[in-house]
Antibody, heavy 121, light 110 residues
Framework: QLQLQESGPGLERPSETLSLTCTVS??????????WGWIRQPPGKGLEWIGS???????YYNPSLKSRVAIFVDTSRNQFSLKLSSVTAADTAVYYC?????????????WGQGTLVTVSS | EIVLTQSPGTLSLSPGERATLSCRAS???????LAWYQQKPGQAPRLLIY???SRATGIPDRFSGSGSGTDFALTISRLEPEDFAVYYC???????????FGLGTKLEIK
């Protein structure tokens, strides 16, 4: 059974770089050709796709965040990671990692439980 | 970039009633790349509908999706207590690759 688990600091200082990791179990990132994604949700607000990465390291980013985002994959650890630079209070959110159900369906079928990151001095 | 507008913002209904939630796109959604999610407090979203009208695995048949082009709807035929939640629509564009979500409809108990 596929499971995703986010991990990382829960507090970041303004102007620092947010770093999160998603550990995948129950499936190999190297198989299936999926694009593994990061989505975030500010408290009390809606969902925003941040970007996605496949096992080769090919990435797609939300244009609104592209200048500050990097997503990369570590197949040896079955993990993929998010870095978001120059954070502000507006980046405070629950961050989810997720995966589509099939290679060809552009939806997110499997989600981690989410991790809250607060940006504050 | 396609913008998704969901209405109403809040829908107050009673168990057993029928719910219809709307999602309107600012441009036509390609190949019906339109999905619906349910989110309960403190939980991750749960995929309900993909391809505008196909139910995801394990989703009860009281949930149905319809629409094409720019106008889509999620219908819950007979509300159960566990259906009261926030619902989001989501679309996908290929060039450039972009997933966008609507702002959500909160379905609350009347």
């Amino acid at each position: 059974q596929l499971q995703l688990q986010e991990s990382g600091p829960g507090l970041e200082r303004p102007s620092e770089t947010l770093s999160l990791t998603c550990t995948v179990s129950g499936d190999s990132i190297s198989s299936g050709g999926f694009y593994w994604g990061w989505i975030r949700q500010p408290p009390g607000k809606g969902l925003e796709w941040i970007g996605s990465v496949d096992y080769r390291g090919d990435t797609y980013y939300n244009p609104s965040l592209k200048s500050r985002v990097a997503i990369f994959v570590d197949t040896s650890r079955n993990q993929f990671s998010l870095k978001l630079s120059s954070v502000t209070a507006a980046d405070t959110a629950v961050y989810y990692c997720a995966r589509p159900g099939t290679v060809s369906t552009p939806t997110f079928d499997y989600w981690g439980q989410g991790t809250l990151v607060t940006v504050s001095s | 970039e396609i913008v998704l507008t969901q209405s109403p913002g809040t829908l107050s209904l009673s168990p057993g009633e029928r719910a219809t939630l709307s999602c309107r796109a600012s441009q036509s959604v390609t190949s019906n790349f339109l999905a619906w999610y349910q989110q309960k407090p403190g939980q991750a979203p749960r995929l309900l509908i993909y391809g505008a009208s196909s139910r995801a695995t394990g989703i009860p048949d009281r949930f149905s999706g319809s629409g094409s082009g720019t106008d889509f709807a999620l219908t819950i035929s007979r509300l159960e207590p566990e259906d009261f939640a926030v619902y989001y629509c989501q679309q996908f564009e290929r060039s450039p690759t972009l997933y966008t979500f609507g702002l959500g409809t909160k379905l609350e108990i009347k």
